[in-house]
């Protein structure tokens, strides 16, 4: 599976945003998908996550209440709505899909990931 991640740019604080991540290959359906984010000097993070048929969503307690996770399997796409944006949302926001089971709150869990995209988040 190749992903590409789209949507990210530069925003004023309390803006929005929708990331975008395409996804190659006609599994995709068979995958949970995650969004992490990574801002220089620290860890990647867990940002949101979705079930195969997207009845599942899980999200970090950052961003709960602001951001909304969604997929489209026949346009093998996931979303990332990202509303009421913070500076501290400024990051390189990665896609990535896991094909079994496991901690879908860890990257270790995910098998493929997207190259990301930068959200920048003006005060």
């Known amino acids: 599976v190749q992903l590409q991640a789209s949507g990210g740019g530069l925003v004023q604080a309390g803006g929005s945003l929708r990331l975008s991540c395409g996804a190659s290959g006609r599994t995709f359906s068979s995958y949970y998908m995650g969004w992490f984010r990574q801002a220089p000097g620290k860890e990647r993070e867990f940002v949101s996550a979705i079930s195969w048929s997207g009845d599942n969503t899980y999200y970090a307690d950052s961003v709960k209440g602001r951001f909304t996770i969604s997929r489209d399997n026949a346009k093998n796409t996931v979303y990332l709505q990202m509303n009421s944006l913070k500076p501290e949302d400024t990051a390189v926001y990665y896609c990535?899909?896991?094909?079994?089971?496991?901690?879908?709150?860890?990257?270790?869990?995910?098998?493929?990931w997207g190259q990301g995209t930068q959200v920048t988040v003006s005060s």
């Open positions: 990535a899909a896991a094909a079994g089971g496991g901690n879908i709150w860890l990257a270790q869990t995910y098998n493929y």
